[in-house]
């Protein structure tokens, strides 16, 4: 079984609607990141959590929110859906503190927003 | 602030031939942490390498090699041989020890290996 899933892969929705996607790791990590990627942007942070408690923006925030229900969750929401918000989302998870250790990413969930 | 920058866009090679590709990084800390991620077409990002800014020796894992280089802020990766399943969108990223383990990502590179 894969280490950090995401639900759902694949989501198409409508201009204002509520979106929820949904993270989830097996690897006790304390870290987890939600991502954007976006053709010839890469990817850019949206929100971290160093733990359940502990929850930050990261560069795009605006119009997205999160929730760290568990150690092993995370969940991204777009609270009304805007076509920009078209992209692929990325999870993922990294151990302790240290800037160097590697994030652990999930398989992405690819949303339209028409 | 920093900053991370592939400048290539795409690169389409025929197989066998070597590809090298650049990633060049801006920060102002002393201490950071440059890698690479592969991502194939399925999608999924893959770990390949993480180099700490002290460490300047080239690293060599099989048919890739990196390339460290301070002096020209550059981390670049070279992959020898290529091979059609080499084909993918590579990602430069860079933390700085004093944005814990915040990752900037560089554009990526979309690199097509042909038969």
């Known amino acids: 079984d894969a280490d950090v899933t995401q639900t759902p892969r694949n989501r198409i929705t409508k201009t204002g609607k509520r979106i929820m996607l949904e993270c989830s790791q097996t690897k006790g990590h304390d870290r987890m990141y939600w991502y954007r990627q976006d053709p010839g942007l890469g990817l850019q942070l949206i929100y971290y959590?160093?733990?359940?408690?502990?929850?930050n923006k990261g560069e795009i925030s605006d119009g997205y929110s999160v929730s760290r229900q568990a150690q092993a969750k995370f969940s991204l929401s777009l609270e009304s859906a805007i076509p920009n918000q078209t992209a692929l989302y990325f999870c993922?998870?990294?151990?302790?503190?240290?800037?160097?250790?590697?994030?652990?990413f999930g398989p992405g969930t690819r949303l339209t927003v028409l | 602030a920093q900053k991370v920058t592939q400048a290539q866009t795409e690169i389409s090679v025929v197989e066998k031939e070597d590809v090298t590709l650049d990633c060049v990084y801006e920060?102002?800390?002393?201490?950071?942490?440059l890698f690479w991620y592969k991502q194939p077409p399925s999608g999924e990002l893959v770990f390949l390498i993480r180099r700490n800014s002290f460490d300047e020796q080239n690293e060599i894992s099989g048919r890739y090699s990196w390339n460290f280089q301070k002096s020209t802020s550059s981390f670049n990766f070279t992959i020898t041989a290529s091979q059609v399943v080499d084909s993918a969108v590579y990602f430069c990223?860079?933390?700085?020890?004093?944005?814990?383990?915040?990752?900037?990502f560089g554009e990526g590179t979309q690199l097509t290996v042909n038969p």
């Open positions: 993922a998870t990294s151990a302790g503190t240290a800037p160097y250790n590697e994030q652990f």
């Open positions: 990223a860079l933390s700085e020890e004093t944005s814990g383990s915040r990752l900037t």
């Open positions: 920060t102002r800390d002393t201490t950071y942490y």
């Open positions: 959590s160093f733990d359940v408690k502990d929850i």
